[in-house]
């Protein structure tokens, strides 16, 4: 087992629908803030919202198909603090700007919570690469 972010579905429930139509995923960042919108399965949202962290996002959800999403995050990054107990705010899970960094604002906007925990991943480990030569 090692150290991971499991992602299951939130206390409150889960707050995307499965998608109707197939619209392509779409990623925009800026040095605030980031968002992903699209039809997106929740494996393949992990992929694109994990670049940076430092351990793998697992799905523990059992969610199948495709979800219409919508995720705005801060580019703050995410505290220890965060991923263990969200900071609730008058009832909603949300920072700076309405935003959220990434764990809060997918609690929010998406009903997946993220927490830090151990688990069993499949990795790939490389541990020779022989150079093959190439003629002039």
């Given at each position: 087992?090692?150290?991971?972010?499991?992602?299951?579905?939130?206390?409150?429930?889960?707050?995307?629908?499965?998608?109707?139509?197939?619209?392509?995923?779409?990623?925009?960042?800026?040095?605030?803030?980031?968002?992903?919108?699209?039809a997106l399965s929740?494996?393949?949202?992990?992929?694109?919202?994990?670049?940076?962290?430092?351990?793998?996002?697992?799905?523990?959800?059992?969610?199948?198909?495709?979800?219409?999403?919508?995720?705005?995050?801060?580019?703050?990054?995410?505290?220890?603090?965060?991923?263990?107990?969200?900071?609730?705010?008058?009832?909603?899970?949300?920072?700076?700007?309405?935003?959220?960094t990434l764990f809060?604002?997918?609690?929010?906007?998406?009903?997946?919570?993220?927490?830090?925990?151990?688990?069993?991943?499949?990795?790939?480990?490389?541990?020779?690469?022989?150079?093959?030569?190439?003629?002039?």
């Open positions: 087992d090692i150290p991971v972010y499991a992602v299951t579905i939130a206390k409150r429930g889960l707050r995307v629908h499965q998608a109707q139509t197939n619209s392509a995923p779409t990623t925009s960042f800026s040095r605030t803030e980031r968002r992903i919108t699209g929740v494996p393949v949202l992990l992929r694109k919202v994990m670049v940076g962290l430092d351990r793998p996002m697992v799905d523990m959800t059992g969610l199948v198909g495709k979800y219409d999403v919508n995720l705005v995050w801060s580019m703050d990054p995410p505290s220890a603090d965060e991923v263990l107990t969200p900071t609730v705010v008058a009832g909603k899970v949300t920072r700076s700007e309405g935003r959220g809060s604002a997918m609690e929010e906007q998406l009903g997946l919570r993220v927490e830090a925990r151990r688990a069993a991943v499949e990795m790939l480990t490389v541990d020779h690469v022989d150079r093959v030569p190439i003629e002039n």
